[in-house]
């Protein structure tokens, strides 16, 4: 089963870190490219974050960049996300989406974890 | 960056009912829209991608159109399991890749 799990969520005071991870399973994840995408309560979603399959490309929204980097190692089919200097506005489900490229230069993001909560508070 | 506007926000529909959401681009997309459904506590799962393509294993009471920067998602006839909140993204311009804010399909 194709599948991606999310871990390392939790309640972290602003300005503090957390590392989150997403685990792929039942697909050849070195082949994709992979994003993470947020939604913050009661609100809409939000991309945050996407890396190659080879990490030779990375971008970030606006609203994370210099504060959160993506990576990944295809040896233990992982997915992360350290996210440093954290804020009230971060607090969201976050989730890992595959990039699925299905022709004429489209994509779409084809699979989603679970999502793993990050609350951010004093 | 592209801006996504989905109309109505939410809509109420008995089962059955023929209902439909329109997705507006700030710019033209060609056909690079996709569709989500999401419902209460669970990931957003694909429904369309590229304006009119049924994802795989998607019922085909679900249909997608338009180009440029006008999009349609249709329900032919509602199920109760869809009652969910749907939202169009465009692949058109990435990064970013942007969504619209969300429509919420209630049950009348």
């Known amino acids: 089963e194709v599948q991606l799990v999310e871990s390392g969520g939790g309640l972290v005071k602003p300005g503090g870190s957390l590392r989150l991870s997403c685990a792929a399973s039942?697909?050849?994840?070195?082949?994709?490219?992979m994003n993470w995408v947020r939604q913050a309560p009661g609100k809409g979603l939000e991309w945050v974050s996407s890396?190659?399959?080879?990490?030779?490309?990375?971008y970030y929204a606006d609203s994370v960049k210099g504060r959160f980097t993506i990576s990944r190692d295809n040896a233990k089919n992982s997915l992360y996300l350290q996210m440093n200097s954290l804020r009230a506005e971060d607090t969201a489900v976050y989730y890992c989406?595959?990039?699925?490229?299905?022709?004429?230069?489209?994509?779409?993001?084809?699979?989603w974890g679970q999502g793993t909560m990050v609350t951010v508070s004093s | 960056d592209i801006q996504m506007t989905q109309s109505p926000s939410s809509l109420s529909a008995f089962v059955g009912d023929r209902v439909t959401i329109t997705c507006r681009a700030s710019?033209?997309?060609?056909?690079?829209l996709n569709w989500y459904q999401q419902k209460p506590g669970k990931a957003p799962k694909l429904l369309i991608y590229?304006?009119?393509s049924l994802q795989s294993g998607v019922p085909s009471r679900f249909s997608g159109s338009g180009s440029g920067t006008d999009f349609t998602l249709t329900i032919s006839s509602l199920q109760p399991e869809d009652f969910a909140t749907y939202y169009c993204?465009?692949?058109?311009?990435?990064?970013?890749?942007?969504f619209g804010q969300g429509t919420k399909v209630e049950i009348k």
């Open positions: 989406a595959r990039k699925w490229d299905y022709g004429y230069y489209g994509d779409a993001f084809d699979i």
């Open positions: 039942g697909f050849t994840f070195s082949y994709y490219n």
């Open positions: 890396i190659s399959n080879s990490s030779s490309y990375i």
């Open positions: 710019q033209s997309i060609s056909n690079y």
């Open positions: 590229a304006a009119s």
């Open positions: 993204q465009q692949s058109y311009s990435t990064p970013p890749w942007t």
